[in-house]
């Protein structure tokens, strides 16, 4: 009984007391439980590749940022040279950035490319999947229902890799494995939105003698399109970051130029792409922000 | 003429939403559909049109039996049959004029609809049917931007574009302010009359059921409890239809704007319901 008789007041509580030894108990089970996992995790654990990593990492930071005339610096100075260095520096990697003009279009393209892609293969699917608009709910919802979850299941990498190993290295796998896993996500988030559409307005189209197609053209698609155009421009923001790193496995765009600079050791090229990435990831958050705020 | 027989609709959980409904409406006559929430109000005309599969009866307007048509055939006989909704059911984000053509969805091929390329006579007629319903010059705003009254304008105009030889009005007023109500009920009723058109009308608001209809049919549990001209739908009468008792109790009437509009009947009405 949360509510207690004490001589003359009654005293309200969120728990009786039996309630609240359970409830203590439970807590205290939780909590034995996450510092086992904690004493499992950290008896498989390299202590010492845990406590070098401060020291390796900022050695990997000095290689890809710094000159290795670093330390000669005050020498330079004095010769009045540094500024020649300085000067190389950053000519090498402008001119290494200009190299990465391909492969960063070329990322752009996949993504942009495999978004459109993927976007012509989900709509159909979620008509077919969602509740209120699939032909048949025991048979054709299942399927779409599958091939949804099976396209969304698989990272976009995987559908890389096997796809350079069936119609070989370069951008089309990339954009067909950013379309592949593209379709569950937006087919998903869109039948969502159809199961959520205003049935009234759809009666009332229906209710005109309108054919299927006509009910569907003006019953359902304008309740959800802005839906369909946000989730596309999400998926494309998405999508831009993950085309980045699909040329790790051979698909083509700025993450095979990556792969190529980490193999040779080149952490200065390193640093240029990782800027490169960034800056580009910057613009693309920046393009979706201002198209999702013009479609809503 | 609409003739319904027998008319029963169950659930597959086995609940009787209407259990052997009889009712005939003569052409151009003006029936209101009362009853308390959950009668069956909105089941008895959506089984009309068959947005809702009725289980047994006969439906026949203009002995055309509707219950047995095939999609073909149930698509034809929709265009003789409009529809206007408690919640205007416009398509929120198309234009005033869009919404008043798609009234001949049932008679535009796909791909003119598609691109919007209806026929002239069609777009003279969505024109004047704007002006008639008091909305000219609002064709090209998005529907969502009209008030609860203009929207259910636009759905009036919607239902008429259709060239109907009956209307489907399920709470017309229901979401609409008493002042609004009684525009619109007055609307509907000059533009029923203007055509020649039948109408059933769903509504709560027994005052306004009396006033603008020929006859009332009173709904309850599924059962047709009264079939009258609106003289013989008296306090005590409600009852039958409603349930509870005192009906010739005076309410406490607050809002002096509403008191010519909103008479002891409704008032009433509404808290049993």
């Not at chain 1, 654990?45 to 610096?73: C, H, K, N, Y």
């Not at chain 1, 599958?146 to 559908?159: D, F, G």
């Amino acid at each position: 009984m949360p509510v207690e008789q004490r001589e003359d007041t009654v005293v309200w509580r969120r728990r009786d007391k039996r309630q609240a030894v359970i409830h203590w108990f439970v807590t205290l089970g939780i909590a034995a439980v996450v510092l086992w996992c904690f004493k499992l995790i950290a008896d498989d654990t390299t202590w010492e590749f845990v406590w070098s990593a401060p020291e390796q990492g900022a050695d990997l930071a000095i290689r890809m940022f710094l000159p290795e005339w670093f330390v000669d610096i005050p020498q330079l100075w004095r010769d009045g040279e540094l500024w020649v260095h300085v000067a190389e520096y950053f000519r090498q990697r402008g001119l290494y950035a200009m190299e990465l003009w391909d492969p960063l279009v070329d990322t752009i393209h996949i993504a942009t490319l495999g978004t459109v892609l993927g976007v012509m293969i989900a709509s159909p699917l979620a008509f077919l999947a969602a509740r209120n608009t699939t032909p048949s709910t025991t048979f054709v919802r299942p399927i779409a229902l599958a091939l949804l979850v099976t396209s969304r299941s698989v990272n976009s990498l995987i559908w890389a890799l096997l796809l350079v190993v069936i119609i070989g290295p370069g951008m089309l796998a990339g954009i067909i494995a950013i379309a592949l896993r593209s379709v569950g996500f937006c087919g998903k988030l869109l039948y969502e939105a159809i199961e959520e559409i205003d049935e009234n307005t759809r009666d009332a189209v229906k209710s005109t003698g309108a054919s299927g197609m006509q009910v569907l053209t003006f019953g359902v698609i304008p309740q959800i399109a802005p839906a369909f155009a946000g989730i596309s421009i999400y998926r494309w923001d998405i999508n831009i970051r993950e085309a980045t790193i699909l040329g790790l496995v051979g698909a083509g765009g700025i993450g095979m130029a990556l792969q190529s600079a980490i193999d040779t050791l080149a952490w200065g090229q390193v640093s240029v792409i990782f800027l490169a990435i960034l800056a580009t990831v910057v613009l693309s958050e920046w393009v979706s922000a201002k198209a999702r705020a013009a479609v809503t | 003429m609409l003739v319904i027989e027998g008319l029963l609709k169950r659930y597959p959980d086995g609940f009787e939403a209407l259990k052997g409904v009889d009712v005939t409406i003569e052409d151009g006559e003006l029936v209101a559909l009362i009853g308390p929430s959950g009668a069956g109000k909105s089941t008895l005309i959506r089984c009309v049109n068959r947005l809702v599969e009725p289980t047994e009866g006969t439906i026949e307007l203009n002995e055309l039996e509707l219950t047995t048509l095939n999609r073909a055939g149930l698509r034809r006989a929709r265009r003789r049959m409009a529809m206007i909704f408690q919640n205007y059911a416009l398509v929120e984000r198309l234009t005033v004029m869009e919404n008043v053509l798609s009234g001949r969805l049932g008679s535009v091929g796909f791909f003119k609809s598609l691109f919007r390329r209806f026929p002239q006579d069609d777009v003279d007629n969505a024109f004047a049917l704007l002006e008639k319903v008091g909305l000219e010059g609002l064709h090209d705003r998005r529907a969502d931007a009209l008030s609860g009254g203009q929207q259910q304008r636009v759905g009036i105009a919607r239902a008429l574009m259709q060239d109907p030889d009956i209307l489907l009005v399920d709470e017309p007023t229901a979401s609409l302010d008493p002042r609004t109500a009684r525009q619109v009920m007055g609307l509907l009723a000059d533009l029923c009359e203007e055509h020649g058109l039948a109408a059933i009308i769903n509504i709560h608001d027994v005052p306004l059921a009396r006033d603008y209809t020929d006859r009332i049919l009173g709904l309850k549990a599924g059962e047709l409890v009264f079939d009258g001209p609106p003289e013989e739908l008296t306090d005590d009468v409600l009852p039958e239809i409603y349930g509870g008792e005192d009906w010739s109790k005076e309410p406490s009437e607050d809002d002096e704007e509403e008191e010519d509009i909103r008479s002891s009947g409704q008032f009433l009405a509404e808290e049993v319901l």
